[in-house]
């Protein structure tokens, strides 16, 4: 089976990479770029039955940094 | 307007960062890892009515290396 984190500053975390992101877009001549967050997504291939809360679990063990990051998962 | 983008690499390129991942998950004791690839999700907030070809053109200028990696674009 596979399951997709979605791992996302929490609002009002800085996020320096995604201003800096945000000011190349603009340089290139992109306008109305008004904001830009930066995330990870990572795709886990797991053995069929693992159960959600082991994926919540590893989300909050190692995947996420909890104190400035929400996570989402997605089993597919 | 909101724009999501998945930047992933492309199938057969290594991914060191998702095997330390990988050995990480299973140090920590969660069994039945059996892959895990890394990218990138990047939220874009953009003016009204930015053309989906310009974000394409983003993506494809700045925010994925064509040449590994693959992209996906979602409009909300």
Redesign the interface.
């Known amino acids: 089976m596979k399951a997709r984190v979605?791992?996302?500053l929490k609002p009002g975390v800085l996020d320096p990479q995604?201003r800096a992101?945000q000011h190349?877009?603009e340089n290139?001549g992109?306008?109305?770029?008004?904001?830009?967050?930066?995330?990870?997504?990572?795709?886990?291939?797991?053995?069929d039955g693992?159960p959600r809360e082991?994926i919540d679990?590893?989300c909050r063990?190692?995947?996420a940094n909890t104190v400035i990051e929400n996570f989402k998962v997605e089993v597919a």
Chains 1, 2 share one sequence.
């Open positions: 979605y791992v996302t995604g992101i190349a877009l290139l992109f306008g109305g770029v008004e904001g830009v967050r930066q995330g990870k997504f990572i795709e886990l291939e797991l053995a693992t082991s679990e590893m063990k190692l995947l």
